[in-house]
C-alpha cells in the first residue's frame, strides 16, 4: 500500500530481499485479530482518490481472502497515477495454500501464481520462478498482524520472495467511523515504499498512512 519510485505496493508491506525485521527488545505485537473483511478509502490531500478492501469467506479451517486495490490520481483531468491490484489468496489452517493477483501499475501489467508444494510455496511472477517457506505471509497479509514479526514475504504483485522491516511507534488514537480508538503505529520502510499502519487494541488494522512522490496518501477504515 504504500508507494515509492513510482510503483505502488498493494499490499502494503513489500520489501527488497534480505532486510531485517527491527523491533525494540520490549514490543509486543498487537492481539491477532479474527480475519474480517476490511475497506478503506484511500485520500490524497484530504480528496478521495481510490478504495483498498480486504474480503475474508471462511469455511471451517479454509479461509478464502480476496484483495481488491483501485486508485487514480488526477490533477486538473491529468492522470499522475493508476493502480489496480486483483488478488485472491487460499488459506488452510493458517497457511497460504494458493494466489492468484493480477496488477497494472501505470500501465505496466504483471501476473503472479503461488502454489503450497511439499517443497514450499512456488511462485511463478515477471522475475521468474522462486520457492518461499511454507508458513510464509504475503505483501497483502496486512489484515494479519502476524506480518509484522516477519522477515520475508512473498511480493503478491511481482513475484519472488521480498524482505521486510517493521519498527513499532507507539500508541495514537485514531478516527474510525467517526470515534476515535486507541491503536498501536508500525513503521514499514522498504527500498519500494515507506509509511506506517495502524492496528486497534483487537489487532484490527484501521489506518495506513504513505508517501508517493512526495505526496501523502492516507488509509482511512469505513467498515
Known amino acids: 500500500m504504500f508507494i515509492a519510485r513510482r510503483r505502488f505496493i498493494g499490499g502494503l508491506v513489500g520489501v527488497?530481499?534480505?532486510?531485517?525485521?527491527?523491533?525494540?527488545?520490549l514490543w509486543t505485537r498487537p492481539a491477532l485479530a479474527v480475519p474480517q473483511s476490511l475497506h478503506f478509502k484511500a485520500y490524497r490531500d484530504k480528496s478521495p482518490v481510490g478504495t483498498h478492501t480486504v474480503d475474508v469467506q471462511s469455511s471451517g479451517n479454509q479461509m478464502n481472502v480476496t484483495i481488491k486495490i483501485d486508485l487514480n490520481v488526477s490533477v486538473a483531468f491529468v492522470t499522475l497515477f493508476e493502480f489496480k491490484h486483483d488478488c485472491e489468496e487460499i488459506w488452510q489452517s493458517g497457511r497460504l495454500v494458493s494466489l492468484r493477483s493480477k496488477t497494472?501499475?501505470?500501465?505496466?501489467?504483471?501476473?503472479?501464481?503461488?502454489?503450497?508444494?511439499p517443497e514450499g510455496i512456488r511462485i511463478e511472477g515477471p522475475g521468474g520462478p522462486a520457492i518461499a517457506p511454507a508458513d510464509a505471509y504475503t505483501s497483502n497479509s496486512v489484515w494479519n498482524t502476524a506480518v509484522?514479526?516477519?522477515k520475508t514475504v512473498i511480493d503478491a504483485q511481482h513475484g519472488g520472495i521480498i524482505g521486510l522491516s517493521v519498527s513499532p511507534r507507539g500508541e495514537q488514537q485514531v478516527a474510525v467511523a467517526g470515534r476515535q480508538v486507541p491503536a498501536e503505529k508500525y513503521q514499514v520502510v522498504t527500498p519500494f515504499v515507506a509509511g506506517n499502519v495502524w492496528y486497534d487494541e483487537a489487532g484490527r488494522w484501521v489506518k495506513a498512512l504513505f508517501e508517493k512522490d512526495g505526496e501523502q496518501m492516507e488509509y482511512r477504515l469505513v467498515a
Open 16 to 25: 527488497a530481499a534480505g532486510a531485517t525485521l527491527s523491533v525494540s527488545s
Open 148 to 150: 509484522l514479526e516477519q
Open 104 to 117: 497494472n501499475d501505470n500501465g505496466d501489467k504483471f501476473q503472479v501464481t503461488a502454489e503450497a508444494t
